[in-house]
């Protein structure tokens, strides 16, 4: 079965600094999506950034960036010069291609200190 | 172009009561899938529907959860005899088809307390 793992279950970064979010995947399948969604306190989910797996290049977003390494199953998430609005939930999740079944690890809970 | 819809956004619910979570997919999407979020989790997959038709219903507990999306109006999620493990955040998200990439728009949540 397909999972994804967050093992950081909270971080803080200093206003202004970078942070990285870990998150490791597992899955059988060649064909698939990852995202980052935010979830502030409104609890809202807000998609960060999305990744298609049969592209090498690092999909970025403004100040949000990925490192994804195909190989490792591995999908971390960049935010530079953090912000106080920052402070959130962050979800990573999977989609295998032609499903519909999102599959979401446990969050890592985000603190940007001013 | 309107988001997905939840009503209501907080629901408190005594134990033995009836609980009815109402989704409005964006304009244009007809597929449906609702998630439940417990305290200090992911979101999980509950069940996809498409107008008039349970597509997969694997995620719902086998008792007193059930869901429709008729052919006018919302989709409904109903929680029938609430437990106090039912409380959690349930959240609904919507695609205009359900093919390929599939991404999905998720609305805001409702917010179900059971007492």
């Known amino acids: 079965a397909q999972t994804v793992t967050q093992s950081q279950p909270e971080m803080s970064v200093q206003e202004a600094e970078t942070v990285t979010l870990s998150c490791t995947y597992d899955?059988?399948?060649?064909?698939?999506?990852l995202f980052w969604y935010k979830q502030p306190p409104s609890r809202q989910m807000i998609l960060v950034i999305r990744?298609?797996?049969?592209?090498?290049q690092n999909a970025t977003e403004n100040r949000f960036s990925v490192n994804f390494q195909k190989a490792a199953k591995s999908f971390s998430l960049k935010i530079s010069d953090s912000q106080l609005g920052d402070t959130a939930m962050y979800f990573c999740?999977?989609?295998?291609?032609?499903?519909?079944?999102?599959?979401f690890g446990t969050g890592t809970r985000l603190k940007v200190l001013a | 172009n309107a988001g997905v819809m939840q009503n209501p956004r907080h629901l408190v619910r005594r134990r033995g009561q009836e609980a009815r979570l109402r989704c409005s997919p964006m304009?244009?999407?007809?597929?449906v899938y609702w998630y439940r979020q417990l305290p200090e989790e992911g979101l999980k997959f509950m069940v996809y529907?498409?107008?008039?038709?349970?597509?997969?219903e694997s995620g719902m507990p086998k008792e007193r959860f059930s869901a429709e999306f008729p052919k006018e109006g919302p989709s409904i999620l109903r929680i029938q005899q609430v437990v106090r493990g039912d409380s959690a955040a349930y959240f609904c998200?919507?695609?205009?088809?359900?093919?390929?990439?599939?991404?999905?728009?998720f609305g805001p949540g409702t917010r179900l307390t059971v007492t």
């Open positions: 990744q298609e797996a049969y592209k090498q």
């Open positions: 998200a919507s695609s205009p088809f359900s093919a390929q990439r599939r991404e999905q728009y």
């Open positions: 899955t059988s399948e060649s064909n698939y999506y």
């Open positions: 304009k244009g999407h007809s597929h």
């Open positions: 999740a999977s989609l295998t291609s032609g499903t519909y079944k999102y599959i």
């Open positions: 529907l498409q107008k008039e038709n349970i597509i997969d």
